[in-house]
């Protein structure tokens, strides 16, 4: 099969990489967007069947492209997120090649070679826009669960048909967890919640959705460069947030008030019994502590533009109930609980990528965006550029940066 030359390879044809095409065909940059499954391949085939984006609907912004319809404040299901994105490549005429799995990229003279299961291209540019959600990351100590506990990961969860009757042990507490523990719970399965650090937030603040506050104060736009610590504000869990039509707010509290009872972050298994931490009440303390901070935040901002007329009056939220002495341990043997689901995050799948630009963690390293191989180029991770990096409401604002900064690598590179 014959070698494609091009300028540049787009790996992934999800929000981020799709809104990278649309600015490197505003800059008249050849290229094509490989993407191993059909566009929004993730969002077709690694989400529970529930699952609702997190931001309103008119913060689905991408280049060109917005939200049109009558109910901006609303979340989008899963499938009308799909058909969101299939017509924004319909719409900008996306180049892309579906059923393309990337095997390899690896250098190249003045370049990159990109190998596919369909063929093969030579470019001197490549952006990776395959998003941070590839692999379920399960910790090490799941292969101590006994063999009785079924284990799931939140990646392979659909829906509670899935799980046995009986107690479920969900393993983590942010949007995800939350989200799961209530629908687990609800369908009659108990639910035991372990948590962790986490980061609380209401769904509607003042009469807005959280995220019209995010936006309006500039707090999604704040730069990564502004940022004391980047590396550890990259690792913070996303907010406890929810989309559903009733807006209405997924915290702990919410939890507890359905009859999911919480234990700390799980510290290891041994014997056939789980081994919680007794960092319960103190992780609670900080969410509530930092989500406070954030509304007194809001509502500073709010009085310097003359907002606090037409607006709710400022409120808080109850303090995190935690009961008195969590329990440290759980009887795996016992046969309460039939199923522990992983809700512990995900991680980038980089199996194929042979240039030598992975941290230790298995992360590619990079300045908002701009890996230390010339040419090469990450879209759509965790604060990239911008704390909305990994939004779609984000990907715009990113994908002009580095679009620029990759038209001018271009023109130096044939001088």
């Known amino acids: 099969m014959a ?17 990278m095409s649309r600015c490197l065909t505003e800059r008249s940059i050849d290229h094509v967007v ?31 492209f917005g939200y049109e319809g009558d109910d901006p404040d609303g979340y989008r299901t899963i499938p009308e997120v799909v058909d969101f994105l299939s017509r924004y490549a319909e719409m900008i005429a996306a180049p892309v090649q579906t059923r393309s799995r990337v095997s390899s990229l690896t250098p190249a003279d003045k370049g990159f070679a990109v190998v596919t299961q369909t063929g093969s291209w030579r470019c001197r540019a490549v952006v990776l826009a395959t998003g941070a959600c590839n692999i379920a990351r399960v910790p090490a100590i799941a292969a101590a669960v006994p063999p009785h506990v079924a284990t799931i990961s939140s990646m392979d969860y ?22 799961l523990a209530d629908e687990i719970h609800r369908s009659g399965r108990p639910v035991t919640l372990s948590v962790g650090e986490h980061v609380r937030a209401p769904r509607v603040y003042r009469g807005k959705d959280i995220q019209w506050w995010m936006d309006a104060t500039g707090l999604h736009d704040e730069r990564y460069d502004a940022v004391d ?113 992983w809700a512990t995050g995900y991680r980038p799948d980089y199996s194929w990528l042979e ?41 715009g604002d990113d994908a002009r940066d580095l679009s620029d900064h990759l038209a001018a690598y271009l023109k130096q590179a044939s001088i």
């Open 34 to 64: 490989l993407e191993r499954g059909e566009v929004a391949n993730s969002w077709r085939t690694e989400r529970w069947d529930s699952l609702r984006l997190l931001t309103p609907n008119w913060q689905s912004r991408l280049p060109g």
């Open 229 to 341: 610590d980047i590396d550890r504000v990259r690792r913070l869990p996303s907010l406890q947030l929810a989309g559903s039509p009733e807006r209405r707010t997924l915290d702990l509290n919410a939890l507890t008030g359905i009859g999911v009872r919480l234990v700390g972050r799980i510290a290891g298994i041994s014997e056939g019994k789980a081994q919680f931490s007794g960092s319960l009440h103190n992780n609670c303390a900080m969410a509530d502590l930092k989500m406070n901070r954030l509304l007194g935040t809001i509502d500073e901002w709010a009085t310097s533009k003359g907002l606090d007329g037409e607006v709710d009056p400022p409120h808080r939220l109850a303090p995190t109930e935690v009961e008195s002495a969590p329990p440290l341990g759980l009887d795996l043997q016992a046969g309460r609980i039939r199923t522990i689901l």
């Open 355 to 395: 240039v030598p630009i992975l941290d230790r963690k298995g992360q590619v390293r990079h300045d908002g965006g701009v890996t230390e191989h010339p040419g090469l180029y990450l879209m759509g991770m965790q604060f990239l550029r911008r704390r909305k990096s990994a939004l779609i409401d984000g990907a």
């Open 3 to 19: 070698i494609r030359n091009i300028e540049a390879v787009v790996i992934g044809a999800g929000h981020a990489g799709l809104a």
């Open 158 to 179: 659909r829906n509670p048909r899935q799980l046995d009757e009986g107690g479920v042990l969900v393993v983590g507490a942010s949007a995800t967890g939350t989200q």
